[in-house]
């Protein structure tokens, strides 16, 4: 008989005695575990260690399953969060890439305006200088028919002065 029928057996010993008295236990009553020790048979230290080693062997071997699950299921716990730190580092290269990208196309776009700026500028400088040249053509065009105009004053005035009456002389 186990200790637990052993027990069984006691308590309904006791509800038929305290039955036929003819009186419940009360608050007033003494506790529950008075006699306890008294009223128990002596267990047998063999007996107890033989069903702790039978509990135990009854649990042990899932506990360990267990055990050696959850230590799995950690190890993949942290390969998994490795492999999603690499796959969240290639979506921030790819994020970069496109940055990358976004800067290559707008760097297209300025070299198109400067190559554009460049043909204005040398439109522009060939533009001016045509302009000088044929301002230096005027002005030399100018200052010859100044001096034209000044050599004939002068030759106007030469023949008028020959022209002039000039007193005889007394000889």
């Known amino acids: 008989m186990s200790v637990a029928e052993r027990l069984e057996e006691k308590e309904k010993e006791e509800e038929v005695a305290a039955g036929s008295s003819g009186r419940s236990l009360g608050s007033s009553d003494a506790s529950p575990d008075e006699g306890v020790v008294e009223d128990l048979p002596l267990i047998d230290e063999k007996a107890v260690e033989q069903l ?38 290639k979506f921030k290269e790819c994020n970069s890439i496109l940055d990358i990208n976004v800067l290559f196309s707008e760097a297209k776009q300025y070299h198109s305006k ?18 000088k040249k044929r301002a230096l053509k005027l002005q030399q065009k100018r200052q010859k028919e100044e001096l034209e105009r000044e050599q ?20």
């Open 152 to 171: 004939q004053r002068e030759k106007e005035l030469e023949r008028e002065k020959q022209l002039t009456a000039k007193p005889a002389r007394r000889t």
């Open 114 to 131: 400067l190559v554009n700026i460049r043909n204005e500028m040398m439109m522009l400088h060939e533009k001016t200088s045509k302009l």
């Open 52 to 89: 702790t080693e039978g509990l135990i062997s009854h649990y042990l071997p899932d506990l360990q399953r267990s055990k050696s699950a959850l230590q799995e299921l950690t190890q993949n716990q942290v390969v998994l969060l490795e492999t999603l730190e690499q796959e969240i580092s």
